[in-house]
Nanobody, 120 residues
Framework: QVQVVESGGGLVQAGESLTLSCTASGSILSINAMDWYRQAPGKVRELVAGIGSGDITKYADSVKGRFTISRDNAKNTVYLQMSSLKPEDAAVYYC??????????????WGQGTLVTVSS
């Protein structure tokens, strides 16, 4: 079993910053990729940022230059630093892990979601 727990959501004003974190635990052999997604009310879930092997990163165009994804491999943790937040960034943010778990299974694991609210 693999579990992920997110933290860091909250209410901020436009222009402020917020950092989300997500930590995986359980019978993990390796982590292939860590992503952050978000879903606003009435909208589909969208990829915000991802980080893979070799720390190669990818970002949605809407957050490039404002959000930074990073990882701490020793802690199985992924971070999303969000700056210059806009009201349109408000959403429930989900972390996603693609892992290899014992004994040798590929798993897609989602966090429970954390709410980010941005007031104008």
């Amino acid at each position: 079993q693999v579990q992920v727990v997110e933290s860091g959501g909250g209410l901020v004003q436009a222009g402020e910053s917020l950092t989300l974190s997500c930590t995986a635990s359980g019978s993990i052999l390796s982590i292939n990729a860590m992503d952050w997604y978000r879903q606003a009310p009435g909208k589909v879930r969208e990829l915000v940022a991802g980080i893979g092997s070799g720390d190669i990163t990818k970002y949605a165009d809407s957050v490039k230059g404002r959000f930074t994804i990073s990882r701490d491999n020793a802690k199985n943790t992924v971070y999303l630093q969000m700056s210059s937040l806009k009201p349109e960034d408000a959403a429930v943010y989900y972390c996603y892990y693609n892992v290899i778990a014992k004994p040798w299974r590929y798993l897609d694991v989602w966090g429970q979601g954390t709410l980010v609210t941005v007031s104008s």
